[in-house]
């Protein structure tokens, strides 16, 4: 059975730092592109950023590029690395697994995901 869980969520004040985590288990992923999206309160889920299986390449959402890093340790974990944060940044951050790329095209879109993560809150305070 595939699992995809999220940590490292919590309040931070503007300005701050947070990291995600994301284990994923139960088969390999080596082949998967992964990423996170992020959901904010009354608005839809949106992509925030993927990495490819490589672990090098990369694709970030505008809105976070420059202060976001996604990082891969191995197959399975990934980690996203959030810098001066905003309380804009305030969402459910969600990992992805995109089975069905193992590169990276573009972002990533949420017909593309076949596992999710069941969210982490990140609070951004001013």
């Known amino acids: 059975q595939v699992q995809v869980v999220e940590s490292g969520g919590g309040l931070v004040q503007a300005g701050g730092s947070l990291t995600l985590s994301c284990a994923a288990s139960?088969?390999?992923?080596?082949?998967?592109?992964m990423g996170w999206f992020r959901q904010a309160p009354g608005k839809e889920r949106t992509f925030v950023a993927a990495?490819?299986?490589?672990?090098?390449?990369t694709y970030y959402a505008d809105s976070v590029r420059g202060r976001f890093t996604i990082s891969r340790d191995n197959a399975n974990t990934i980690n996203l690395q959030m810098n001066s944060l905003k309380r804009e940044d305030t969402a459910v951050y969600y990992c992805?697994?995109?089975?069905?790329?193992?590169?990276?095209?573009?972002?990533?879109?949420?017909?593309?995901?076949?596992?999710w993560g069941k969210g982490t809150l990140v609070t951004v305070s001013s």
């Open positions: 992805a697994v995109d089975a069905h790329r193992s590169v990276i095209i573009g972002p990533l879109g949420e017909g593309d995901i076949e596992y």
């Open positions: 139960g088969r390999p992923f080596d082949n998967d592109v």
């Open positions: 990495i490819g299986v490589n672990g090098v390449s």
